[in-house]
């Protein structure tokens, strides 16, 4: 029997961005860029390991945002437009480089994953959201879901409506796409307050995963640290973050994505190529951006970017089998060890964004591929499990209070609350007032209803933690700040028009036709919780 358990978790998460009103926006390109180094990069991994008999297990979030965008139409046409310039930009690269053998391989080799892309993408008719699905009913992966559209949860904190509705609304839109309820939660940024257990009992969530040191300080302290789940008074257990696992591969210091043999991620065709010659592959106004073929190495953490040197993707395959080779080998002694002093089976939960493996670490998913064969092939002490199957396996936990916390800077809200962002909450707290109030109409007509619906709509997007993320990053802040006002505009005018009987039907349609998420949701989610009355004696 195994020492213990390993839990690797993949958080697959993007804004809703889909811009119909455009014919071009640069920031729907986050989806494409992800679909093709990420998302069937790791599918096409899963495949192969099901193909050759491995019974792999790993728990992976897919929020409502993403499995919205994937499976939109509209979204999927601009894809394969996207895919096709890859693909000939490729074919012109091979052609452009008759007298360096280097160039020539490095092109066939982007080719040749373009057509891996292609044949996964029209397998399933651009449908990936149904190819993750059936490695689901396989049981090798178990999907779980996030909040509606990522909310900042924590900052939601005194309005229990929209926290509810952020949860509740993610439940059903999870269960209309995957056919079944979900059994956890990745809280948006891993960010926790107490009493946000409720909200997902209430919704029969079983679990949810917040950062270590939200365990660490929980109360009474949990006897096993990260290395056991806790059960909160409410019965949801909460799963730990493990800082050490995690450190391994996040860290830009000693984290194996900055090795010297593997792809440079700033250092990108578009950017590098003729003017002329690459005008047809960049934006519209003719500036430059990333394509994605990209044909140097890190070649050293101090190197300038004119000093990086060509990049062989045989030898950073071999260096991602040696660093997944060292990541079973730390787990195998780290698992040992806890099961020494713990006298019972460690879990140990590695959990990452799964955007890092491909689109930030180009070799992430040859990484997961050999971390997942090794574990299968080269040892003993572990077994891959399943967040939902730990439970299972080990129904009794101790009972704790977790501390608020996230996995953002410093470990609480500081990095969505801070001088570049605050002024967005004001803002949203009206809303969501205002939000509340209507919830409690009854709509006049079908036109009322959908413009209900609409405001609901239009306040989560409003609400993604995404746009204070990007505002305190310092990238694509105009974007970020011209999404949140878009939003919360769209509610104030259709919040006027409720209150003064006179719905603009045009402008409505239009709206509902760029921000279609969500198709079935309903206003009446928003509706006031009673709060509880607190018994005593009267001063």
């Known amino acids: 029997m195994a020492l213990g358990y390993l839990a690797l978790v993949l958080h697959a998460h993007l804004p809703f961005v889909r811009h119909p009103e455009s014919n071009y926006v640069l920031e729907e390109e986050w989806l494409f860029e992800a679909i093709t180094e990420t998302y069937i990069p790791l599918l096409q991994t899963f495949q192969g390991l099901k193909q050759d008999g491995i019974e792999f297990k790993i728990t992976m979030s897919m929020t409502p945002p993403l499995v919205s965008m994937l499976r939109d139409s509209f979204l999927q046409e601009r894809y394969e437009q996207h895919l096709s310039k890859l693909e000939e930009l490729g074919a012109k690269e091979l052609q452009n480089h008759p007298d360096n053998g280097h160039l020539q391989y490095l092109a066939q080799h982007y080719i040749n994953q373009f057509a891996r892309v292609r044949k996964t993408w029209e397998a399933y008719q651009g449908d990936l959201v149904t190819a993750f699905k059936e490695l689901q009913d396989s049981g090798n992966i178990e999907i779980i879901t996030s909040a509606a559209t990522h909310g900042y949860l924590p900052l939601m904190k005194m309005y229990p409506e929209a926290v509810k509705a952020q949860i509740n609304i993610a439940c059903d839109h999870y269960e209309e796409n995957f056919g079944c309820k979900p059994r956890g939660i990745w809280l948006p940024e891993c960010a926790y307050y107490d009493g946000l257990e409720r909200f997902m009992a209430d919704a029969n969530l079983r679990y949810f995963l917040m950062d270590g040191h939200g365990l660490l300080y929980a109360s009474p302290r949990p006897r096993y640290g990260t290395y056991a789940p806790v059960y909160t008074e409410s019965g949801v257990a909460a799963f730990g973050r ?15 994505p900055g090795d010297p043999v ?8 578009g950017w590098e190529a003729e003017y002329e010659y690459i005008k047809p592959y960049i934006l519209p106004d003719g500036q430059r951006k990333n394509t994605g073929i990209k044909y140097h190495k890190i070649t050293s953490r101090t190197a300038e970017l004119g000093e990086k040197k060509l990049y062989d993707p045989y030898w950073a395959r071999e260096k991602a089998a040696e660093h997944a080779g060292n990541f ?3 787990r195998e002694r780290q698992i040992e060890h806890l099961a020494g002093i713990m006298q019972r089976q460690p879990v140990v939960i590695s959990p990452y964004d799964a955007e890092l493996f491909g689109h930030w670490w180009y070799e992430g998913p040859w990484f997961v591929d050999y971390l997942i064969r090794k574990s299968w092939y080269d040892q003993t002490t572990y077994e891959m499990v399943h967040l939902a199957e730990y439970l299972r396996l080990e129904p009794v936990q101790q009972v704790c209070k977790p501390s608020q ?20 909450y004001p803002h949203l707290h009206e809303a969501t007032e205002r939000m509340i109030e209507l919830s409690r109409r009854e709509a006049a007509d079908e036109w009322e209803k959908r413009a209900l619906n609409q405001a609901a709509r239009e306040l989560l ?11 305190r990053t310092g990238t694509m802040v105009p974007y970020a700040v011209r999404r949140t006002r878009s939003h919360l505009k769209r509610f104030n005018k259709l919040y006027d028009e409720i209150l003064q009987g006179s719905i603009d039907r045009v402008w409505l349609e239009k709206v509902e036709k760029i921000d279609n998420i969500f198709p079935n949701i309903d206003y009446q989610v928003y509706q006031p919780i009673e709060q509880p009355v607190k018994l005593g004696r009267k001063p």
């Open 242 to 256: 493990d800082h050490e696992s995690s450190q391994q591969v996040w860290s830009s210091q000693v984290g194996y």
């Open 405 to 424: 916390s996230s996995w953002g800077y410093k470990g609480f809200h500081e990095y969505w609350v801070n001088s570049t962002n605050a002024w967005i």
């Open 461 to 471: 997007l409003a609400q993604s933690s995404d746009w204070a993320f990007i505002m």
């Open 328 to 330: 079973v080998f730390n």
């Open 262 to 269: 593997y792809r440079e991620f700033y250092k990108d065709l």
